[in-house]
């Protein structure tokens, strides 16, 4: 008897019903080829699961679970339906468990933004699988800012997955303090511009200026619902960039003469050294055999005070070869 | 046991001392060399949506920079014949300081192409041939170190432009972030800056002394097609591709190169189809170019062992089998782990063989003639590397399969390896048969493969009077006068 009330529930509800759904009872289905239909299935494997539906307009749509018993001696369970966590009435149903599992399986009319929510089919108290309908959201959410400059354009995107229903059209918005105002292109055609392709829009902003920064709403419109994200512009002057940039430049030029200053006193210095040690090497008597034994080895005065051990070690070469010479 | 020719400087290299603030000089210009088209693709999304475009016209602007990088080689290397490496990485930098600024200030995609694209491109190419040089000019038996140094710094920059890049983007945009990296590419300028130039002959001094040499050697009547031959020839060492050893590194390079970016670019992908969620994927790049960092140096300081530095083709030869057995053993590959696994294998035989492949053409060309013999194995790469990924993808497109990818890859790059293994030991065994023909060793000449230099470049007043062919002695380069 129960199964043939649910046989009816398969067909499809018409489009023109007037009565609203009053609590969570079910209205009388009416078929309508008109409307979709869909079936979202779950096999149970833990104690509970979650699934999300993308809604994107009115559809019939049937909810399965499947559940294993581990092991239980119980040969019945009942099993319920929930709405947002409040029993739906005549739903409740006692099943028998064939192989160890048991099926429960309702068609709910989705008709309109409140038909969404969180639907869940229970199995006593042992398992239970939610399923959450809601209305497509937005994908790539940004969370940072997009930021551009005092008199440049920019655009701004949204888009929605691939692998979700393309929504009726999109809708911009600008945080107008606590309000959103809708932007038209109508009233500021040099200013905005809205270029909508199916899955995806963008929002061209011109000339813009430091009162443009702020949130946008860009808005995804389902037969059933609106889906909305936002976005933040920041406009910023040239100004802000052009601070480390400029430091950055004065960095590399410190660095570079810091360098090349380096280099020539390094290069001075050497030069200081070579200087001397041609002076040394030239003051040198040229013929040593006519020479005395013992010669008085002084430094010559033309050299610099600052001898470094190049040097001496120089004349001290050059003073024992005049000496083992003689 | 390696058959390069001595060092036609004439002089000792350092091996050290302000040779190693060059290597800093070098890292830093490598770096950015590398790591920039890498880098600016964190702005692509953000340009393209600005500038209405598709993000493969964007994609373009990394690939016309890495191609113009590559395809400024030739050019590079002649300047840096002409004016020595200092004065043309300072260039390079001011180049593409000045590029990035302009570009941050552009309204076409055209534009975006032409100044980051081809000019900051140049400038690049102008950094890397200059730093590869003289790193050669300062070092000769830590060189293999030196270059491992030199090179990791493609890594560290990657590694630390990316995340600056992503902060700049979300503070500044991408008009101000271009901005601000113009400025930081100045940097290159103060590398530049530490590029001491080093030898007592620079190139146009040389190019004079050779010149009249050439007409007291010769008599006055040398024909103006020839003098400008043999100048043709100063600019840019064309003989290079007379040379058997240089033939046999650039197929090598070509087969490598091919394979070498498609398994980078293609990774993440590979990973999300695996079921991966993009953040972890992404992190795999980011583990290989950690592990990357550290084995550049790593590869150079094993390389300047004394086992291996007389045999550094070979490990080279080594170092692109394992790049390709790594690329070969990916498919089979299905879990996460054994992705960051593999990803740290990929870093380990990249590193190593970037590590090692300047060193190597070093190894075989000697001082005189590796500025032209790296500008001309640049632009002749830039054909396998700008065919690589697309063709690699186009295999990915018809088969629906990326482990097609990583056959392709592993096959060529060990292919490659082997060829280079063969051919080596093929190169020697002439070499040494060539020695044992040579007939007067107290002629001055250039000992090893390639007759076609002109001889006359060494100066006979550069050199003592010691024995002009070199000991070789196991373990190290030929002795230097």
Redesign the interface.
């Known amino acids: 008897m129960m199964q043939a009330s649910w046989m009816l529930l398969l067909l499809a509800w018409g489009g023109h019903a007037n009565t609203k759904t009053v609590g969570q009872t079910l209205p009388p289905v009416e078929p309508d080829v008109h409307l979709l239909a869909d079936v979202r299935s779950v096999v149970l494997q833990g104690k509970s699961h979650t699934d999300k539906v993308d809604v994107p307009g009115p559809m019939n749509l049937t909810l399965q679970c499947t559940w294993t018993a581990n092991g239980n001696k119980t040969l019945n369970v009942t099993g319920y339906w929930l709405k947002d966590g409040r029993d739906i009435d005549n739903s409740h149903v006692t099943l028998r468990l064939e192989n160890q599992q048991v099926h429960l399986k309702r068609t709910f009319l989705i008709k309109n933004e409140e038909s969404l929510g969180r639907y869940s089919c229970m199995f006593g108290n042992e398992a239970k699988a939610d399923f959450i309908l809601a209305v497509p959201h937005i994908s790539d959410v940004r969370d940072?800012?997009?930021?551009?400059?005092v008199g440049?354009?920019?655009?701004l995107?949204c888009k929605v997955d691939d692998r979700k229903p393309e929504p009726k059209t999109w809708l911009w918005f600008r945080a107008n303090g606590t309000d959103k105002e809708q932007i038209t292109t109508v009233a500021e055609p040099q200013k905005y511009q809205i270029k909508n392709a199916g899955k995806a829009t963008?929002l061209h902003v011109h000339n813009l200026t430091r009162d443009d920064s702020g949130l946008f709403y860009c808005a995804a419109v389902f037969t059933i619902g609106t889906a909305v994200s936002h976005l933040e512009l920041k406009v910023?002057t040239i100004y802000?960039?052009?601070k480390?940039?400029v430091t950055?430049?004065l960095e590399?030029l410190i660095?570079?003469t810091a360098?090349?200053l380096f280099?020539r006193g390094q290069s001075k210095k050497s030069q200081v050294q070579e200087a001397s040690e041609k002076e040394v090497a030239n003051a040198e008597p040229p013929a040593t055999n006519a020479e005395p034994p013992a010669i008085n080895v002084e430094p010559p005065t033309s050299t610099s005070s600052a001898t470094p051990s190049g040097e001496s070690n120089g004349l001290e070469k050059s003073s024992s070869a005049r000496q083992r010479k003689s | 046991m390696s058959p390069a020719p001595t060092n036609e400087l004439g002089f000792k290299p350092p091996d050290g001392g302000w040779g190693w603030m060059v290597v800093i000089g070098a890292h830093i210009s490598i770096g950015f060399a590398y790591a920039t088209p890498k880098a600016l693709s964190i702005f692509f999304n953000d340009i393209q949506l600005d500038f209405q475009a598709s993000y493969s016209d964007i994609a373009w602007i990394s690939s016309i920079m890495l191609a113009a990088m590559y395809a400024g080689g030739p050019v590079s290397s002649a300047l840096v014949n002409r004016y020595g490496s200092r004065p043309i990485v300072i260039l390079g930098g001011l180049m593409c300081g000045a590029s990035m600024v302009a570009a941050s200030f552009g309204n076409s995609i055209i534009f975006l192409y032409l100044c980051i694209g081809v000019i900051a491109g140049c400038g690049l190419a102008l950094n890397l041939n200059a730093s590869l040089t003289i790193i050669s000019k300062y070092f000769l038996d830590k060189r293999p170190l030196a270059n491992g140094l030199a090179m990791a710094g493609s890594p560290v920059f990657l590694c630390f432009l990316a995340p600056l890049n992503q902060y700049l983007l979300d503070k500044f945009g991408w008009r101000g972030s271009l901005l601000i990296i113009g400025a930081l590419m100045l940097n290159s300028c103060v590398a530049g800056a530490l590029m001491r130039p080093i030898g007592s002959c620079n190139a146009s001094s040389c190019a004079q002394q050779q010149k009249s040499e050439e007409q007291s050697n010769n008599g006055n009547t040398k024909k103006w097609k020839q003098i400008c031959g043999s100048r043709a020839k100063k600019i840019l060492a064309w003989s290079v591709f007379k040379d058997r050893g240089f033939l046999i590194y650039l197929i090598g390079n070509i087969m490598f190169i091919f394979g070498a970016y498609a398994p980078i670019v293609f990774l993440s992908a590979y990973a999300v189809s695996h079921g991966v969620d993009q953040y972890s994927a992404a992190y795999l790049l980011s583990i290989m170019g950690f592990v990357d960092m550290f084995v550049r140096p790593g590869t150079g300081l094993i390389a300047n062992s004394k086992w291996i530095r007389p045999r550094v083709q070979y490990f080279f030869s080594f170092a692109m089998v394992f790049n390709g057995t790594c690329h070969l053993l990916c498919p089979l590959i299905k879990n996460y782990t054994f992705l960051v696994v593999y990803a740290v294998f990929f870093g380990v035989g990249f590193g190593m063989v970037f590590a090692l492949i300047f060193e190597c053409l070093m190894d075989l060309m000697g001082n005189q003639r590796f500025p032209s013999a790296v500008g001309l194995v640049t632009i002749i790469e830039c054909v396998p590397m700008l065919l690589g990924p697309p063709t690699a993808g186009l295999l990915v497109d018809i088969f629906g399969d990326y482990k097609y990818l990583f056959f392709l890859c592993g096959t060529v790059i060990v292919t490659g390896g082997i060829f280079l293994f063969i051919m080596n030991i093929y190169n020697y065994h002439m070499l040494e048969k060539e020695r044992g023909r040579q007939p007067n060793p107290n002629h001055i000449q250039v000992v090893g493969q390639g007759q076609g230099e002109m001889l006359n470049i060494l100066n006979h007043s550069f050199l003592t009077k010691e024995s002009a062919v070199p000991e070789i002695k196991d373990g190290s380069e030929p002795a230097m006068c």
Do not use: G, H, Q, T
Request: aromatic share 8%; net charge negative.
């Open positions: 940072k800012p997009v930021v551009s400059y440049d354009s920019v655009v995107a963008k910023i802000e960039p052009l480390p940039f950055i430049v590399v660095l570079v360098i090349l280099e």
